[in-house]
């Protein structure tokens, strides 16, 4: 029988953002079940959430084709994965973090949780799957070693999630957003916000997560305010206190492995990104960004962004071409997940 959207289930960590963004959005685009869940056995898992047809149940893995399973770990998973594949269940081991690179940040706030066993406890896990399934080109590389299926499904947004306008203001709103895992890739954007700030008497930062504005005396400007985290549902709203976007990013291979989900998110909104190439390689500057390694390049590109008004305008309007039309779920960001199946189980839904 012919593969359908029934015979396919997207098991993401909880209710998390990267669930959603890695599991849920492509499930619920495609018509897929998914279900947010936590646990290191799956016969004992505690369900978070879920969008599937038979409601708020924990779901029977047997009854289906193909489960791609996020970031599952240890013996009980092994043996589970083993389990489906003896019964024809195709399995795919989701990934989109270069998890083995955490340890090796000292600022991480789970840098703790990825030592040596639960490393391997992973590595189990991604050997025994039919294939992985990760966000970049780099990852695919990195984690050939453990499976030699690797599937790239860049991450897509939904368009329809982020039709919404930008409020009118006076001000010009440089905005940052990311967790304390995120700490020290806003480090070196700080000269360039202060010196913003200085010069422009319109200009304000706003932080959503980790609350720049205190740990870097940003407070002392008067023009500076700091944002909570804010859940999946309502980040695209909290998007839209921003004018230009900085992006998070460190040299190093735990960011080598990022995506560039942040200019997605925020070229959804026709809001343009300053952020450095190697973690936002699609940013073409000055047409669909601003590409910036240093403070300095970043400070020289805010300051176009709010000198030349045309510049700006024109680079709001291709971000959100491209997002449209190039990273968002309603186009390629499905294609690419059914590809996958194709691939896996000979069909496509």
Known sequence: MPLS??????????ASTISWYRCGAPAFSLGCDWVGAGGDDPNKLNLITAIKRDGMELPVLDDYKIVILQQVKGQLWFNEIRRLKEKRVKVLYEIDDYIHGVSKLEHHEFKGAYNKK????HELCMRAADGLIVSTDWLAKRYSKFNRNVYVCKNAVEAKRYNLEIPERDTINIGWAGSTGHAYAVDKWIPAIR?????????RFISVGLNVAESHRLYETGRSMALPI???ENFPGVLTNFDIALGPAEHNNFYAGKSDLRMLEVGALSIP???DPFVYKEIIHGETGMAAVTSEEAYEGMKRLIDEEELYEEICY???DY???ERSMENKGCE???RVFVQVAGQSI
Do not use: C, H, M, P
Not at 5 to 14: H, I, N, Q, Y
Not at 118 to 121: G, L, R
Not at 195 to 203: K, N, R, T, W
């Open 5 to 14: 959207s029934k015979d396919v289930l997207f098991l993401g960590r909880g």
């Open 118 to 121: 639960t490393i391997a406890a």
């Open 195 to 203: 010196q913003i700030l200085d010069e422009y008497s319109e200009a």
């Open 230 to 232: 804010s859940s999946i």
């Open 273 to 275: 990104l300053v952020g």
């Open 318 to 320: 291709n971000v959100k």
């Open 323 to 325: 997002v449209d039309s």
């Open 336 to 338: 690419q997940w059914e």
